[in-house]
């Protein structure tokens, strides 16, 4: 079977809420990982570090500090059965970059989504955090900041690209199949100048 390139990838992926409880081996985890490091970095300060997490008991403790699928909740949390088998706790240290992260973080999660997709693995970027809470539970030092967390498993589901009509919220039908409303190409693309239609 034939790898997919990276367009293929980028227009494969979904976000993903139903998870197979099928286990991630520890050296694919590490794969992603070591894609979000050779991610690009703002004066290659390099301040984004990981906390992988896959035993059983830990990823429950960051399962309950998640909020999920706002738009649909709760029928967008994972239901029992079908939740995140592994977390990868996305952190910026400041002591490395004391300003602003984001731009970092979010080019090293973009790798790692890419690169899980290839391997055949779903992911559910995470923004919506208990901070204080998840940040107790790791014991995490003060100059270590959580920017997001990347749930992932093999996927369950097969969410569907729809093209945007009136809301940009997502949706389930009644088999339970989540839609997701995009722009279309020709509404985000301009060529040598902007102009609003």
């Not at 990823?59 to 939740?83: C, H, M, Q, R």
């Not at 992932?152 to 919220?169: F, R």
Request: charged content about 30%; some cysteine.
């Amino acid at each position: 079977m034939s790898k997919m390139n990276v367009y293929e990838a980028t227009i494969k992926r979904r976000t993903i809420r139903r998870f197979k409880q099928k286990p991630i081996p520890f050296e694919t985890l590490k794969k992603l990982v070591n894609a979000g490091r050779l991610a690009p970095s703002s004066a290659n300060l390099q301040p984004i570090e990981h906390i992988v997490i896959d035993s059983s008991d830990l990823v429950e403790k960051v399962f309950e500090t998640l909020k999920w699928a706002g738009y649909i909740s709760p029928d967008g949390n994972p239901p029992l059965g079908e939740k995140p088998v592994a977390y990868i706790i996305v952190l910026a240290n400041k002591k490395k970059n004391p300003c602003n992260c984001e731009r970092d973080a979010a080019a090293a999660i973009e790798n790692m989504i890419l690169v899980a997709i290839e391997e055949g693995i779903g992911s559910c970027w995470l923004g919506s955090i208990d901070i204080n809470k998840l940040t107790d539970i790791l014991e995490l030092p003060e100059h270590i900041k959580i920017d997001s967390v990347l749930a992932l498993g093999y996927s369950n589901e097969s969410p569907q690209i729809e093209e945007i009509k009136d809301s940009v919220k997502y949706w389930k039908d009644e088999a339970g199949t989540l839609h997701v409303p995009k722009r279309k190409i020709d509404d985000i693309l301009f060529y040598n100048k902007y102009s609003e239609g």
